[in-house]
């Protein structure tokens, strides 16, 4: 299980757009390093060490997974976007956007790259007045005092001036949706996505278990003969899985990511039992259905057919490599319809047919922004 940290970042601007600069990166933090859990209210300061324009300043909280050494690297790359020039070491500057860590959980970390706590933050009343909006309960890992405590220690008389204008806090996605179902067509790549989701978020995954389903490899040999025992023996194990899973949330993961929704089971039954065998699947799963917690959001990966049949040969699977483009037009067909008579199922149709999300991490962050952005 991944470690999560409670991290406060100092945030400082004194070129071009300020306010800009801090809201997008802020924006940038939280789709890069983790879950922008405060911000505190902004400070308008005067340049401390040179002569420059007057800075604003903000502090924020931060709950992340990342290691602090690459936690200090996407920062410097944030940085960069931001449009942030570095000079010469131990020299102050104006800049687009400065971003400090000042705080790593209690821990005290002492390397080439990182030092913290922040070495400076305890002279500056720039990162203690608004550190202690947010964090004044904390303690400093070296000191051993609250961090209000410091702010009333604090030597600098610089003036600091609170400004009306605030930032907009990104709502992370774990505080959007408790359970997420991907689905997809064969071959679209939700459990690829579903995995991703659960690593990055920490998240419970819910994976399909088709593989130990002994009808499958003798469906795709005879259809019309293993149909109705594939399709029945998949709802009761989707039905079966989905209702020990869903029914306990892990103490230590606020999130479900499942690469199945259950009403899959009819869209696959529509397309391949005969009628008098669907109309008695139907009635099982119109059962079953009242049952089964429903997501908080649906998400459908849409792949071109062409992309299906390159990734179902990729994976290589001996039992899928006779599935025709017309079977897969089905499927699809079968989920845009199921789509359009869903009116109270939270739907998000994502087009993935030109992106390549497990080998590009923008690819996989535009996904998750789109997600988080619904």
Partial sequence: MKI????????????????????????????????????????TTPALGFKGDDFLNTCIKVSTYLPPETLIARLLEIETKLGRVRKEKNTYTDRTIDIDILLFDDEIIFSKELIVPHPRMLERKFVLTPLTEIAKDILHPIEKIYVSKCLENCKDTSEIKKISET???????????????IEGNIGAGKTSLAKMMSDEFNAKVVLERFADNPFLPKFYEDKERFAFPLEMSFLADRYQQLTDDLAQFDLFKNLI??????????????????KEEYILYRRMFDLMYKEITKPDLYVYLFQNTDRLIKNIE??????????????????HNGYTTFIKTQQNLNTLIIDVSQLDFVNS???YTFIINTINNH
């Fill in 314 to 331: 990729k994976r290589g699977r001996s039992y899928e490599q006779n599935i025709t483009p017309e079977y897969l037009e089905k499927i």
């Fill in 4 to 43: 999560q940290r409670i991290t406060y970042f100092s945030l400082g601007s004194n070129q071009g757009n300020k306010l800009e600069s801090l809201q997008k990166a802020v924006v940038l933090i939280a789709e890069k390093i983790g879950a922008v859990l405060k911000i505190a209210s902004i400070y």
């Fill in 361 to 363: 991490s923008d690819d």
């Fill in 257 to 274: 990511v499942s690469d199945y929704y259950i009403f899959k089971s009819l869209i696959f039954a529509q397309v391949t039992l005969q």
């Fill in 167 to 181: 930032l907009v806090r990104p709502i992370p996605l774990t505080e959007k949706y408790n359970y997420i179902a």
